[in-house]
């Protein structure tokens, strides 16, 4: 648990340290041994979202979990602006 622990950390990291940039949101897929875990890695994306300030959500798919993290919404009063998005897996 703790390789996975650290990588959905250093996802968390990145957005969070990123204030500055185009990146909006962060996806993480875990590929294995994810079935057997998927109330602790919930547990752990909740936890670990809110410790950053973001919002999560997570999919579960075949042998495989997805955790998704975006940065709360802030009015920037620039109208719409691009928004990138990063994948790790």
Do not use: N, P
Request: hydrophobic content about 40%; proline content about 0%; charged content about 30%.
């Amino acid at each position: 648990m703790a390789a996975w622990e650290q990588a959905i950390r250093t996802t968390c990291e990145t957005l969070g340290d990123s204030a500055a940039s185009d990146i909006d949101a962060a996806s993480l897929t875990l590929a294995q041994g994810a079935e057997g875990e998927v109330a602790l890695l919930c547990g752990l994306v909740e936890e670990l979202a809110e410790e950053y300030g973001l919002q999560a959500s997570f999919r579960l798919g075949t042998g495989s979990f997805t955790a998704r993290f975006t940065r709360r919404r802030r009015d920037t009063g620039r109208g719409s602006s691009r928004r990138a998005i990063l994948r790790k897996r």
